[in-house]
C-alpha cells in the first residue's frame, strides 16, 4: 500500500472528514512530514471511493460549495488492519536483525 492511500485510510479509521479536515489530519499522523495538495487528495479520494474502501457519509453545501465527508468503508477497514499487520511484521524483523548483532563502535566502553 502507498503511503497516500495508507494515511488517508488511517486518518478516516476513527471518524468521518471532509477534504480540508483530513489534509490536517494527514499533517498531524505524519508529524508535518507529509502535506497533501488539494489535487492530490481528490485524486486519492476518487481512486478509493471506485475501489470501496471508503464511502461518502454526507453531503452539504458550506458557503455555496458542495461539502463531501468521507467514512471508511468496511473493505478499507480490513485493508488498512491488513497493512498494519505487515508493517509491524516488518519492523518486528527489523528489530530482530538489529539486537542479533550490534556494531561495536571504536574505541565505545561496554
Known amino acids: 500500500m502507498q503511503e ?3 494515511l488517508l485510510l488511517t486518518a478516516l479509521a476513527d471518524a468521518p472528514r471532509h477534504g480540508y479536515a483530513l489534509i490536517q489530519e494527514i499533517a498531524a499522523i505524519s508529524g ?3 502535506r ?3 489535487g492530490t487528495l481528490y ?3 476518487d481512486r478509493l471511493l471506485q475501489q470501496g474502501l471508503i464511502r461518502v457519509e454526507s453531503e452539504e453545501v458550506v458557503d455555496g ?3 463531501r465527508t468521507y467514512a471508511l468503508a468496511d473493505a478499507g477497514r480490513t485493508a488498512l488492519a491488513a497493512e498494519a499487520d505487515r508493517l509491524r511484521a516488518v519492523v518486528a524483523e527489523a528489530d530482530r536483525r538489529l539486537t542479533v548483532i550490534r556494531p561495536r563502535i571504536k574505541g565505545a566502553f561496554a
Open 36 to 38: 497533501m495538495r488539494t
Open 4 to 6: 497516500p492511500t495508507l
Open 65 to 67: 460549495r458542495a461539502r
Open 32 to 34: 508535518g512530514r507529509v
Open 43 to 45: 485524486g486519492a479520494l
